[in-house]
């Protein structure tokens, strides 16, 4: 671990990327931070992968290589529609592409955020400043500046019109705008920018481990790849998306390849399209009570088969480039999708039941299928997983059940598995029954009162998947200031210091306070926390109840990010003493 005064490893990789002034590969990353700083850890190598994954900002662009996301966008043209009838009398709302663009450290680190109005020259030669505004529900854009307002004015802009925005400068915030009116937007032109734009699309899904991304990882990918380094401005990407039917938006602003669904995952989705629009009804209209949100698990497992599908039917063919597999999967999916593979041992049929068991509503059926499954191979992790879930009648009968998956993903992956995947567990879709089943025993273990037992199970999963998919370092994070480890949470925050949620804002916060007291960088601290997640304090401080059913879908941000946080963290701020009449009287 790096000492107070020196730069973290993420730190190092930031500055061999800006001072290079191009990407870079790997090894080129990794021998110029070795340079400035021997990488004296236990995995050197993973440790800088680990530390490519934490930075916002430094994205790979596709061939090996690694760029810094600020000079990446240099030359990006992108559109934004006016919606308006009078354009020069609203807000200008921004797409995801134009936020990233022209504010690259959006999801930054407070320390690595830039936060400055892009300076944009109208084609009247004078030039405005676009600032970044939050709206609400996820709206991001700027209260029209008055020099721009003039010009829209000047040029006669109407609804569906377009603003476009060329980025001159990522680093330094500087660019170009002007006015495309609808009569002069050459429609063949943008049509063919659009499918540019989707099937590179696709192909990032494809290559994603999970195929499940946000679009704003999809936009950084695209912007990182030259994709908006053209003469003509597509559409927005969202737009793009909406209108191509190889996708299919889940929610919470993420998409997948249509062909992962089914028709009854897709009704699924449907019903969370539905949610979502509650979601982002105003303040007043929605109700708090997220209780009939759809369930997602069978969504997840379906994928995860799907998946496993797919990695079969590769492996058993040869390729001569990525380029060259790729197109056989597109030509595959054309022809009706992904085949099942056919299982062959004991252990892949009885995992085939389990999925047949994770979308099974009825709970006695799930229950026996899972004894099916055990009855074909008792390593089967995740039959334990299902009974410890549905047939438990304590912690004590549960923690007896996962230790048993425990157990039986250990027979399962071997030592090799485990060796060799260290670093990137999860990645390996085998490990995952094994992974779920350890997650729910720390949990049981927690709930039995053994803490400390739980607690190192967290750590030592987080030594075999530090990218985190399960989202396990939230449950440590609170289980340390619970146990008043506060030495080993600090630890912890420095293995992760790029996450924006408001459980590690908060956490960030609160462990100020208990180390430091009421200090000027607690209180700033807490402010940027409430700045990042504004509806956090009012549960905390019990000025508004916490509903019966936490939400199923969290959103960066909103109310669902704060109910969860809260519930989360409650216990730790009252067991803190005077930790919420600090926050009460830092808040105002």
């Known amino acids: 671990m790096a000492r107070q005064d020196e730069p973290s490893y993420t730190d190092l990789v930031y500055e061999v990327l800006r001072s290079a002034g191009r990407p870079l590969t790997f090894q080129e990353i990794f021998d110029q931070v070795n340079c400035r700083r021997p990488v004296a850890t236990r ?46 009398d609203h807000a200008l709302i921004y797409p995801v592409e134009v936020r990233q663009a022209l504010w690259p450290s959006f999801f930054e680190s407070k320390k690595r955020t830039i936060g400055r109005p892009f300076q944009a020259t109208l084609a009247n030669g004078k030039d405005v400043l676009l600032s970044l505004e ?13 020099g721009l ?9 109407a609804r569906a019109d377009s603003l476009l925005i060329r980025v001159d400068d990522g680093e330094a915030s500087r660019g170009q705008a002007w006015v495309e009116a609808r009569r002069k937007r050459d429609e063949a032109k943008v049509t063919r920018r659009n499918r540019e734009l989707a099937d590179a699309t696709l192909q990032i899904l494809w290559n994603s481990r999970s195929r499940e991304v946000p679009i704003w990882d999809i936009v950084c990918l695209l912007l990182a790849r030259g994709l908006y380094r053209s003469d003509v401005a597509p559409d927005p990407l969202e737009s793009v998306l909406k209108a191509d039917r190889r996708f299919v938006y889940v929610g919470l602003d993420t998409w997948i390849p249509a062909e992962m669904v089914t028709p009854d995952v897709q009704e699924t989705i449907r019903r969370r ?15 708090a009570d997220f209780g009939d949100a759809p369930s997602l698990p069978a969504l997840r497992h379906r994928m995860e088969r ?13 390729f001569g480039s990525i380029q060259e597999a790729n197109a056989f999967v597109q030509e595959m999916l054309a022809k009706g999708g992904v085949p099942r593979r056919r299982a062959e041992t004991p252990l892949e049929k009885a995992q085939d039941l389990m999925y047949q068991a994770w979308e099974a509503s009825n709970p006695r059926e799930r229950v026996r299928l899972a004894r099916k499954a055990l009855e074909m191979s008792p390593d089967c992790s995740d039959a334990y997983v299902l009974l410890a879930e549905e047939t438990a009648r304590g912690a004590k009968e549960a923690a007896d059940l996962y230790a048993k998956g425990v157990a039986a993903g250990e027979r399962a992956l071997g030592r090799e598995t485990f060796e060799q995947g260290a670093g990137h567990f999860w990645g390996i879709i085998e490990t995952r029954p094994y992974m779920r089943a350890r997650a729910g025993l720390a949990q049981a273990l927690w709930a039995m009162g053994k803490r400390q037992e739980a607690i190192e199970h967290i750590w030592d999963m987080l030594r075999l998947n530090p990218g985190d998919n399960q989202g396990i370092r939230y449950l440590l994070l609170n289980w340390l200031l619970a146990s008043g480890e506060d030495a080993r949470v600090k630890e912890l925050l420095k ?5 924006i949620s408001a459980v590690w804002q908060y956490g960030v916060a609160l462990l100020a306070y208990r180390t430091e007291g009421d200090t000027k960088r607690a209180r700033k601290l807490l402010a940027e926390a409430e700045r990042e997640n504004p509806y956090v304090p009012p549960y905390l401080l019990g000025r508004k109840r916490l509903p019966s059913r936490l939400p199923e879908l969290i959103s960066l941000g909103d109310e669902t990010e704060a109910i969860a946080c809260a519930t989360e963290q409650m216990a730790v701020w009252r067991e803190t003493p005077g930790a919420l009449a600090w926050l009460d009287r830092s808040l105002g």
């Open 495 to 499: 293995r992760y210091p790029d996450d």
């Open 43 to 88: 995995d050197p190598k993973g440790t800088i992968r680990n530390a490519l994954t934490q930075g916002r900002q430094l994205v790979s662009i596709g061939d090996g290589r690694y760029g810094y996301l600020p000079q990446l966008v240099k030359g990006s043209l992108l559109r934004v529609l006016l919606t308006e009838e009078k354009p020069a």
């Open 273 to 287: 399209h539905k949610l979502d629009a509650q979601m982002k009804k105003p303040k007043e209209e929605t109700k």
């Open 306 to 318: 799907i998946m496993s599908d797919l990695r079969a039917m590769l492996s058993e063919r040869e």
């Open 149 to 157: 307002r003039r010009y829209l004015t000047e040029n006669n802009a």
């Open 134 to 146: 939050f709206f609400g529900h996820g709206v991001w854009g700027t209260t029209m500046p008055e």
